[in-house]
């Protein structure tokens, strides 16, 4: 069985950083890809970053690029978000997402995690 656990979301001002974690148990991609994805109130879910489990190419949106990073410890089967300058609108919960091939760095994805909560207040 497949599980994704997300941790390390909590509030946090303007400008401050938060470190994300998603734990993988259950089996590994090594094929594939781990991404982050978010959902702010009243919006549909976006995609955050994502990073190739093998190679650790990654990539970002637009409006998270230079502040947020992404990365994977292999041995600890676990993805991380690092996130830096942080702003009112990055309020959301993040999900992470586990692909077990790579195809687009949006996806599609096969397994999601139940999400954490990151609120950023000004």
């Known amino acids: 069985q497949v599980q994704l656990v997300e941790s390390g979301g909590g509030l946090m001002q303007a400008g401050g950083s938060l470190r994300l974690s998603c734990v993988v148990s259950?089996?590994?991609?090594?094929?594939?890809?781990m991404g982050w994805f978010r959902q702010a109130p009243g919006k549909e879910r976006e995609f955050v970053a994502a990073?190739?489990?093998?190679?650790?190419?990654?990539s970002y949106a637009d409006s998270v690029k230079g502040r947020f990073t992404i990365s994977r410890d292999n041995a600890k089967n676990t993805v991380y978000l690092q996130m830096n300058s942080l702003k009112p609108e990055d309020t959301a919960v993040y999900y992470c997402?586990?692909?077990?091939?790579?195809?687009?760095?949006?996806?599609?994805?096969?397994?999601w995690g139940q999400g954490t909560q990151v609120t950023v207040s000004s």
């Open positions: 259950g089996r590994t991609f090594s094929r594939g890809a």
């Open positions: 997402a586990a692909a077990e091939r790579w195809y687009v760095p949006s996806g599609p994805y096969d397994y």
């Open positions: 990073i190739n489990w093998s190679l650790g190419s990654t």
